[in-house]
C-alpha cells in the first residue's frame, strides 16, 4: 500500500476517543412511550397521516412526505396514538411530532423479518428509488439529506461514480464501524443497489484507516465483486464531509455551491447503505437505526439498534446510567453535534450517537483577542479566512461576508477547534451564513 | 432537574492557546539570549530584565488605569516584546533608554492600538526605530564582545561589520581592503560580533527559528523569502563589482538580518495571514533592506524594511486569499 489518500486543504486531528469500537450492537427493546417527530429530514417536515387514538403497528405509514425535499416517517412501535402535539426535538426547539403509547410489539406483515440474507436484486433501478422513498430512507451520517433526492441525478447529468461514507471521522462515533463489521453482507448489497439505482460501474467505499479491521473485511468480501473498491484513507477530519471524502477518493472538487452530481459522484453513508438493504431486499422501512452511546465516564460505551422515537434515556440507562460528573449532551460527535438539552428527547433518522462530555470539558475557554496566527484559515477543509468572516458576520457586513464566500463553510468546526484564542468562530459564521442564505433567498425572489 | 450545558458545535477544544504560542517564542529566544550573555557578559542580563519588567509593568499599567480592563500579562505577549526589544539594542544602552524604549513599545506601538493582536506595526520594532533615530549615539556604540570566560574586561566599543563596511565604501575603499577590520566567518556564525544583544548569532537565532517551524508558531515562508531575496539581491551586485560589494553570506548573517527574518518579521499579528502574500511580504522586506543597505544612508536597514511592510500587511491579506476549495475550474465530466 502506498501513500495513503486524503484531501488536500486543511484539517485537523483531534483525539479518536472510540471507546465504543469493540461493542457488538445490542438490540434495544421499544419504549413504552415513543415520541416521533415529524421534522426528521433536511427540508420541509413530514405531514401527519394519523389522529389521536388510532392504533398503528410498527412500520405503518404515520406522517408523509410534506414536498419534494421530504421524506416519509413510519411508525417505529405498535400501540396507540395518545396525541399529536408540540415536543422537544433534539435542536431543543419544540416542533409537532406524534406521541405513541406502545402496546406489544407488532409488526406489518409486509416486512421480512427473517435473518436470512436476501443478495439477489431483482428489482429495476426505478422499483428501487421508489422502494426507497416509500421507506422514508434519509442520509444516516446526521445531514438527513433524503436519499431517493440524491438518486435522482438532475437532467443532462450522470452519476460515475457511488461512494459510500465509511469515514466516521467524527471522534468518539463507532454506529458505521459496528455496521461495516457486523452487517457487512448487508452493507454491500445495499451499495450494488444504489449502484443499480445510479446505473453506476464504479462504487469505492472510502474508510478512515484507523478502522483497519472494517478494512480488511470489506476488502475481503468484496474482492469478488466487479466495481467495488474499499480505500483506506488517512485519518483527517473532516473527511466525511461530502466534498472532502470526493476529493480524497477521486481527487475531484465539487465546485463551490454545486452539488456532488456536478463532478459525477453521489455520496451515501454505510448507514444509508444498511437502510437501503433493509428497505429494497426486506421491505422494511427506516424505524431503527445503530446509536452510539458513549462518553469518557460513560461505564459502558455502547452501540444500540433504538427504534427511532426512543428517549434518550433508555439508551443512557441502558449503557448503565449517566455518570455523575456529566455536563453536557450532544446529539452526534463533538465537533459537529448537536448539544441537547434533556434526556427525554428522542432518537431521530439522524441521531449517530448520544456522547456525554464530562463538567470540566463542557464549558468553553475564555475567549482571548485574535493574534492573526491564520491557523483558522490553514486548517479550513474549504479554504475560507474564519477570521475575517466572523469580523464580517460581527460587523453586519453581510456583503463581505457573501464576497469571502461564507456560504461555502461546511460548519465542521475545525477553526474554532484550532484557536489559540478561543474564539467562537463557528458561531459567528452559522450567524453570518444564516443572515447571507436569507439576503440571497430574498435577492433571487426579485 | 439536572442541567446541561448548551452550546453550539464544536464540543471539543485542540488545547492550542495563545499563552502557549508566545512561550514557544520565548523558548525559542533562549539560545541567542545566552549567546548574548556570553560575549556581553552581565550587561546583556541587565538589558533584557529592565526590558522585561518595563514592557510588563507599562501594560499592566495601561490595562489597569487608562483601560481599565481584564490584565492579560500571563498571555506572554509582553513578555516577548520586552526580550525582542533588548535583542534589539545595544548591551551598554543606559536604563532610562530602555525604559523610554519600553514605553513606546507598549504604550504607543500595542496598547494605543487596542493591545494584542491590533497593532499594525512590531511593537518591538517600533520602540527601536524610536530609540535608532532620538538616541543615535547611544544606539550606534557597540560594545566589543568578549567571551565571558575570559573575565570582565572594561566594555569597549566599536562598529559593526556593517558600520565598517558602509564606511568602509562609502570612503572608497575596497572590500579587500576592508577586510582585515573584518571577524572572521565563522565569528559571525556564533556571534562574535558587534551588535545589538540577540541579533549577533546566526545559529542560535537559527536554532530558535527551526524550533519555531516545528511548532508551527512561524511559517517558513517569510525568513525564507527575505533570505533568498537578500542572497539574490546582494548576489547580483557582488557578482557585478565584487571589490566593491560584500558578498551575500556577508549580508545574510550580519547586523539584523537573522533576528529580522526569523524572529520580527513573523510577528503573527503584523505579518500576512496566506502564503502568497507572505512571500511577497519576505520578498518587500529582503529588498527594502538591500536597498537602504547599499544606497541609504543607515548602515542597517531591516528594522525599517519591516516596519514598511508591516504597513502593507492589510494590503496584502486583501490580494492574496487562499486557495478556496471548489474554485478550480470544473474537471470535464459526463463525457
Redesign the interface.
Given at each position: 500500500m502506498g501513500i495513503l489518500k486524503t484531501f488536500a486543504?486543511g484539517g485537523?486531528h483531534?483525539?479518536e476517543n472510540k471507546l465504543s469500537a469493540n461493542a457488538a450492537i445490542e438490540t434495544l427493546p421499544p419504549p413504552k412511550q415513543a415520541i416521533v417527530p415529524l421534522g426528521q429530514n433536511l427540508g420541509a417536515p413530514s405531514k401527519p397521516l394519523v389522529k389521536k387514538g388510532d392504533k398503528v403497528k410498527v412500520g405503518q405509514l404515520i406522517a408523509e412526505a410534506g414536498g419534494f425535499i421530504s421524506t416519509n416517517i413510519h411508525s417505529p412501535v405498535s400501540g396507540t396514538v395518545l396525541k399529536i402535539d408540540n415536543v422537544i426535538d433534539g435542536t431543543?426547539f419544540k416542533r409537532p411530532g406524534v406521541v405513541i403509547n406502545v402496546e406489544g410489539d407488532e409488526w406489518d406483515e409486509g416486512i421480512d423479518r427473517s435473518d436470512e440474507i436476501v443478495s439477489d436484486i431483482s428489482l429495476n433501478p426505478q422499483e428501487i428509488v421508489d422502494r426507497i422513498k416509500q421507506a422514508g430512507l434519509v442520509g444516516m451520517g446526521g445531514a438527513t439529506f433524503p436519499t431517493y433526492v440524491k438518486l435522482m441525478p438532475p437532467p443532462?447529468?450522470?452519476a460515475?461514480y457511488l461512494i459510500i461514507n465509511g469515514v466516521e471521522c467524527e471522534?468518539y462515533l463507532t454506529s458505521d464501524h459496528r455496521l461495516m463489521l457486523e452487517k457487512s453482507q448487508e452493507v454491500i448489497i445495499g451499495t450494488r443497489l444504489l449502484m443499480k439505482a445510479l446505473k453506476v460501474e464504479k462504487a469505492i467505499i472510502g474508510i478512515e484507516n484507523n478502522k483497519q479491521d472494517a478494512i480488511n473485511h470489506l476488502s475481503q468480501l468484496t474482492k469478488s465483486i466487479d466495481g467495488i473498491t474499499v480505500m483506506a484513507l488517512k485519518v483527517k477530519y473532516p473527511q466525511g464531509g461530502e466534498?472532502q471524502l470526493i476529493?480524497a477518493a477521486v481527487n475531484?472538487?465539487?465546485?463551490?455551491g454545486?452539488l456532488p452530481i456536478?463532478?459525477?459522484c453521489v455520496v451515501q453513508n454505510v448507514g444509508t447503505a444498511f437502510s437501503v438493504y433493509e428497505a429494497v431486499q426486506k421491505n422494511k422501512p427506516l424505524f431503527e437505526r445503530v446509536v452510539s452511546v458513549t462518553g469518557k465516564d460513560i461505564k459502558k460505551p455502547s452501540n444500540f439498534m433504538a427504534r427511532v422515537g426512543t428517549p434518550i434515556q433508555q439508551l443512557l440507562d441502558a449503557a448503565e446510567g449517566?455518570p455523575e460528573n456529566?455536563?453536557?449532551?450532544?446529539g452526534?460527535g463533538?465537533?459537529?453535534?448537536?448539544?441537547?438539552?434533556?434526556p427525554e428527547v428522542p432518537v431521530v433518522k439522524g441521531t449517530s450517537g448520544i456522547?456525554l462530555?464530562k463538567k470540566e470539558?463542557?464549558?468553553?475557554?475564555t475567549t482571548?483577542?485574535?493574534?492573526?496566527?491564520?491557523?483558522c484559515?490553514t486548517v479550513?477543509?474549504?479554504?475560507?479566512?474564519p477570521?475575517l468572516l466572523t469580523k464580517a458576520s460581527k460587523l453586519g457586513k453581510y456583503d463581505i461576508a457573501e464576497k469571502?464566500?461564507i456560504m461555502?463553510c461546511i460548519?465542521c468546526?475545525s477553526c474554532?477547534?484550532?484557536?489559540?484564542?478561543?474564539i467562537?468562530l463557528?458561531?459567528f459564521l452559522?450567524l453570518g451564513k444564516g443572515k447571507v442564505g436569507h439576503i440571497m433567498r430574498n435577492r433571487n425572489k426579485k | 432537574m439536572t442541567m446541561f450545558t448548551v452550546s453550539g458545535s464544536p464540543h471539543v477544544h485542540g488545547n492550542e492557546s495563545t499563552g502557549k504560542i508566545m512561550y514557544g517564542v520565548v523558548f525559542a529566544m533562549v539560545p541567542a539570549a545566552l549567546v548574548s550573555v556570553y560575549y556581553f557578559g552581565l550587561d546583556s542580563i541587565r538589558v533584557m530584565l529592565l526590558s522585561i519588567v518595563a514592557c510588563m509593568f507599562f501594560e499592566w499599567l495601561i490595562q489597569k488605569y487608562l483601560i481599565k480592563g481584564p490584565i492579560t500579562l500571563n498571555d506572554g505577549s509582553a513578555l516577548v516584546t520586552g526580550i525582542l526589544l533588548a535583542f534589539n539594542v545595544p548591551t551598554n544602552l543606559p536604563g532610562w533608554i530602555i525604559i523610554i524604549g519600553a514605553l513606546v513599545a507598549i504604550g504607543m506601538a500595542k496598547m494605543s492600538f487596542g493591545g494584542l493582536g491590533k497593532n499594525i506595526f512590531n511593537p518591538a520594532l517600533v520602540a527601536r526605530v524610536f530609540l535608532l533615530i532620538s538616541f543615535p549615539v547611544q544606539m550606534t556604540s557597540w560594545p566589543k564582545p568578549v567571551p565571558i570566560t575570559e573575565g570582565f574586561a572594561d566594555v569597549i566599543t566599536g562598529p559593526t561589520p556593517l558600520a565598517i563596511v558602509k564606511e568602509g565604501l562609502d570612503a572608497g575603499k575596497s572590500m579587500s581592503e576592508l577586510q582585515a577590520d573584518l571577524p572572521a566567518y565563522t565569528d559571525y556564525l556564533i556571534g562574535q560580533m558587534g551588535g545589538s544583544l540577540g541579533e549577533v548569532s546566526a545559529i542560535a537565532l537559527i536554532l530558535g527559528g527551526l524550533f519555531m517551524v516545528w511548532k508551527k508558531i512561524i511559517t517558513w515562508e517569510i525568513p525564507t523569502s527575505i533570505l533568498v531575496t537578500v542572497f539574490v539581491f546582494s548576489g547580483i551586485l557582488w557578482l557585478i563589482d565584487p571589490a566593491y560589494n560584500p558578498d551575500p553570506f556577508f549580508h545574510l548573517i550580519t547586523g539584523g538580518m537573522m533576528l529580522g527574518a526569523i524572529f520580527m518579521a513573523t510577528d503573527m499579528v503584523s505579518s500576512p495571514m496566506t502564503r502568497g502574500g507572505q512571500l511577497v511580504y519576505g520578498f518587500g522586506i529582503g529588498l527594502l533592506t538591500m536597498l537602504i543597505r547599499v544606497w541609504g544612508a543607515y548602515p542597517e536597514g531591516v528594522s525599517f524594511a519591516i516596519l514598511l511592510m508591516n504597513a502593507a500587511t492589510p494590503l496584502l491579506n486583501m490580494g492574496f486569499k487562499p486557495r478556496r476549495f471548489g474554485a478550480k475550474p470544473g474537471i470535464e465530466l459526463n463525457k
Open positions: 486543504l485537523v483531534p483525539e431543543g443532462g447529468k450522470t460515475e471522534p466534498k476529493k475531484r472538487e465539487v465546485p463551490s454545486k456536478e463532478v459525477g449517566v456529566t455536563g453536557k449532551i450532544i452526534g463533538p465537533m459537529m453535534g448537536k448539544a441537547i438539552t434533556s456522547l462530555m470539558e463542557s464549558s468553553r475557554k482571548g483577542p485574535c493574534i492573526r496566527c491564520s491557523r484559515s479550513c477543509p474549504m479554504g475560507l479566512e477570521y469571502e464566500m461555502d460548519e468546526g474554532q477547534f484550532t484557536c489559540p484564542a478561543s467562537p463557528l458561531d452559522r | -
